[in-house]
C-alpha cells in the first residue's frame, strides 16, 4: 500500500528555518517525480517544488526559490523539504505528493503538515 | 505561467443534481489538466487527468471534458458524499490549480 508520511511542521519565526520530512512507503520515491504543495488554511493549493531523486533534477516555484531546497535521500526512502529564511506567507499546511507517469498529476498525497511562521 | 480561472467559486445543489464546474486556462493546452476532490481536513484526491482520464475508483457519475483553453467537470447525479471543494490543475509547465469551487448542500 502506498502510504506518504510527513512530518516537521511547527511554529518557528519569521527569518526561521525548519525541515519537513516525508516518509513513503509502497513505492520506491527514486522512480517518480516528488512534490510539495501547500495551502493555507481555507485557500487553494499552490504548487512549490519537485524533485526526481535518480537525476537530482528540482524545480521550485518563484515564491520560494532561494529560500527552499528539495532533497531525497533515497535509502531512507524519504523526501525532505529545507525551509530557510521562511516569511509570515508561507504559512500553510504542506503536502508531499507523487506524480503520475512523469506528469505533475498527484495520484497519493500524505495528510499535510502545519508550518506556522509568526512572531 | 499559465493562470487557471474555476467557475462558479461556490455552488449549492441538491442530492440528485447535475452539477458542473468550469476551468479556463489563460493560455491553451492539449489536454494537461487534472481536476481533484478535496474535503475538509483531507489531502486532494485525483480524479482525473488528461482532461477524462478517470481515476481508478472514481464514481462514473464524475465526467471531465475541453481541450485547449475550457475544461469542464461534470457529476451527472450529485450523491452525499461529493459534497466538496473542486480543484482543477494545468500540468503543461509549472503545475497550477484554479482556485477551487466549494459545492454545498442547498
Known amino acids: 500500500e502506498v502510504q506518504l508520511v510527513e512530518s516537521g511542521g511547527g511554529l518557528v519565526q519569521p527569518g526561521g528555518s525548519l525541515r519537513l520530512s516525508c516518509a513513503a512507503s509502497g513505492f520506491t520515491i527514486n522512480y517518480y517525480w516528488m512534490h510539495w504543495v501547500r495551502q493555507v488554511p481555507g485557500k487553494g493549493l499552490v504548487w512549490v517544488s519537485r524533485?526526481?531523486?535518480?537525476?537530482?533534477?528540482?524545480d521550485y516555484a518563484d515564491s520560494v526559490k532561494g529560500r527552499f531546497t528539495i532533497s531525497g535521500d533515497n535509502p531512507k526512502n524519504t523526501l525532505y523539504l529545507q525551509m530557510n529564511s521562511l516569511r509570515v506567507e508561507d504559512t500553510a499546511v504542506y503536502y508531499c505528493?507523487?506524480?503520475?507517469?512523469?506528469?505533475?498529476?498527484?495520484?497519493?498525497w500524505g495528510q499535510g503538515t502545519l508550518v506556522t511562521v509568526s512572531s | 505561467d499559465i493562470q487557471m480561472t474555476q467557475s462558479p467559486s461556490s455552488l449549492s445543489a441538491s442530492v440528485g443534481d447535475r452539477v458542473t464546474i468550469t476551468c479556463r486556462a489563460s493560455q491553451g493546452f492539449s489536454n494537461s489538466l487534472a481536476w481533484y476532490q478535496q474535503k475538509p481536513g483531507k489531502a486532494p484526491k485525483l480524479l482525473f487527468y488528461?482532461?477524462?482520464r478517470l481515476e481508478s475508483g472514481v464514481p462514473s457519475r464524475f465526467s471531465g471534458s475541453g481541450s485547449g483553453t475550457d475544461y469542464t467537470l461534470s457529476i451527472s447525479s450529485l450523491q452525499p458524499e461529493d459534497f466538496a471543494t473542486y480543484y482543477c490543475?494545468?500540468?503543461?509547465?509549472?503545475?497550477?490549480f484554479g482556485q477551487g469551487t466549494k459545492v454545498e448542500i442547498k
Open positions: 524533485i526526481k531523486s535518480d537525476g537530482g533534477a528540482t
Open positions: 490543475q494545468s500540468f503543461y509547465s509549472t503545475p497550477t
Open positions: 505528493a507523487r506524480g503520475v507517469g512523469g506528469y505533475s498529476v498527484y495520484d497519493y
Open positions: 488528461g482532461a477524462s
